[in-house]
Nanobody, 122 residues
């Protein structure tokens, strides 16, 4: 599965962004999808995940209530709607795919996109 993330940019604190993750030349069906992020000098951390049917979602506590993960299997695309952004949300955001149940560990995801930078100014 080849993934391509997009939608990052510079936004002021309190603003919103929507990230997209599209599959190139393959399908996202049957894949659990996850979003992770990595800030400078920090390890990659889990943000959100969604089951392949879209029926189950899971969020990191730090983004719960502010971010929403969704997917459109017909478009082979997964989204991350980010609202009420904070400076501490600044990071490179990655989408990832795996065949199996939702996991919060990046080591459980064999397929990764290239990342998109989100910068939140105070």
């Amino acid at each position: 599965v080849q993934l391509q993330a997009s939608g990052g940019g510079l936004v002021q604190a309190g603003g919103s962004l929507r990230l997209s993750c599209a599959a190139a030349g393959s399908t996202l069906s049957r894949n659990t999808m996850g979003w992770f992020r990595q800030a400078p000098g920090k390890e990659r951390e889990f943000v959100a995940a969604i089951s392949w049917t879209g029926g189950r979602t899971y969020y990191a506590d730090s983004v719960k209530g502010r971010f929403t993960i969704s997917r459109d299997n017909a478009k082979n695309t997964v989204y991350l709607q980010m609202n009420s952004l904070k400076p501490e949300d600044t990071a490179v955001y990655y989408c990832a795919a795996r065949i199996n149940v939702i996991s919060t560990s990046p080591y459980d995801y064999p397929h990764w996109g290239q990342g998109t930078l989100v910068t939140v100014s105070s």
